[in-house]
């Protein structure tokens, strides 16, 4: 069975630093891409940033290029996201997603992990 | 970036009804056009990759449809678990998109 579960969600202040974490199992991690999602609350969702199955590529929304860094560890079965210079806007529930075949959607979704940032 | 707007915002069903939400991206995207259900307090669930295709497990009353720019995604008879909401999702190019979501509820 398929699984992936965030972990390192938190409160932070605005300009502060954390590092998502997201456990993979169930499948060969090294040969899929993976994406993080997330969603403010009550709002709708927004691709975050995506990382291809070697790590050798990555991409990342617009909103969080420059400040957040995405990278996987495929000894470990585990993907990151390292958020610096957050801002209250970045607070939100943020998803870890296996991606599908050849492609960076997620077919696969975790149950997220909230980041808040508030001073 | 590839902008798709969702239609309706809301919509309020009966059981056994028909419900028709569609998506409509600002440029051709052909069939990289997948749909989630998203209930409350979870996590989204895929409902159709690639624009038509199903999913195991999921109900065969969920089914998508288009190509290029228009997509839907017809659930037949709707029943009072299908209250959630709904959103499309492009990955024709990077950054990928969503669309605005379409709340749907049970009356």
């Known amino acids: 069975e398929v699984q992936v579960v965030e972990s390192g969600g938190g409160l932070v202040q605005p300009g502060g630093s954390l590092r998502l974490s997201c456990a993979a199992s169930?499948?060969?991690?090294?040969?899929?891409?993976m994406s993080w999602i997330r969603q403010a609350p009550g709002k709708g969702l927004e691709w975050v940033s995506g990382?291809?199955?070697?790590?050798?590529?990555?991409y990342y929304a617009d909103s969080v290029k420059g400040r957040f860094t995405i990278s996987r560890d495929n000894s470990r079965n585990t993907l990151y996201l390292q958020m610096n210079s957050l801002r209250v806007e970045d607070t939100a529930v943020y998803y870890c997603?296996?991606?599908?075949?050849?492609?960076?959607?997620?077919?696969?979704w975790g149950q997220g992990t909230l980041v808040t940032v508030s001073s | 970036e590839i902008v798709l707007t969702q239609s309706p915002d809301f919509q309020s069903v009966t059981p056994k009804e028909k419900v028709t939400i569609t998506c409509r991206a600002s440029?051709?995207?052909?069939?990289?056009l997948h749909w989630y259900q998203q209930k409350p307090d979870q996590s989204p669930k895929l409902l159709i990759k690639?624009?038509?295709q199903s999913i195991s497990g999921v109900p065969s009353r969920f089914s998508g449809s288009g190509s290029g720019t228009d997509f839907t995604l017809t659930i037949n008879s709707l029943e009072a678990e299908d209250a959630a909401a709904y959103y499309c999702?492009?990955?024709?190019?990077?950054?990928?998109?969503f669309g605005g979501g379409t709340k749907v509820e049970i009356k």
């Open positions: 997603a296996k991606a599908g075949s050849g492609s960076y959607y997620g077919d696969y």
């Open positions: 169930g499948f060969t991690f090294s040969t899929y891409a």
């Open positions: 990382i291809s199955g070697s790590g050798g590529r990555t």
């Open positions: 440029q051709s995207i052909g069939s990289s």
């Open positions: 690639y624009a038509s």
């Open positions: 999702h492009q990955s024709s190019s990077l950054p990928l998109t």
